[in-house]
């Protein structure tokens, strides 16, 4: 779980100023890769297939799109620490601040009915979001479904900001714990 935590953290923490970063999964690697980084197998049909999922379909209310998908390859060194993971992310600007059940009306019943399975969420995070887990095998890799909300303030090395951001992302998830059918729909986190 401290895995799974650690690494949603860090996902949720640097999405807002770079797009979505994790741990990358297993499969085969490239010349320009982090070195002992692997990319899942057949990674560019496993992308194709995140960016169908109807999840990027859903037209949240109160938001602006902030550009199109982002589409991401495992293994592409971002800073010292964070590489990115195979991963689709669309990030939206919030016209009007989102909660807990704003992301659960819009998203909940939804991504459920398109085979997404609720995963517990983060127990905490470096910033002030509401969070919303879920888990599913896409092209038979283990996948994550995040969306987040951020309506309030960040602290950056340049001062206070506001941020108002809901992001989705699919991502793999090769390390991240098994989908459980029979799991409850968590709350959302808010921390």
Known sequence: MKRLVRRHAATLALTVALGTVALAGCGTTSSSDIPGCTHPKDEGAILSEYQKDPVFSIKPPHTQRSGGLRVEKACRQLNYEDGTSTSVTQIYALTQ???????????????????????????????????????????????????????????????????????????????????????????ASAR
């Not at 085979?115 to 470096?126: C, D, F």
């Not at 951020?150 to 991240?176: E, F, K, Y």
């Open 97 to 187: 601040p989102y909660d807990a059940g704003d992301l659960q009306t819009v998203y909940d019943t939804a991504v459920k009915t398109n085979g997404w399975i609720p995963l517990p969420g983060p127990e905490r995070v470096p910033v002030p979001v509401y969070v919303y887990l879920y888990c599913k095998r896409i092209h038979g890799m283990q996948s994550e479904l995040s969306v987040s909300a951020n309506s309030g303030p960040q602290s950056t090395r340049h001062g206070d900001v506001t941020v108002s951001t809901l992001i989705v992302a699919v991502m793999a998830a090769a390390n991240g714990p098994a989908c459980d059918p029979n799991a409850v729909a968590p709350s």
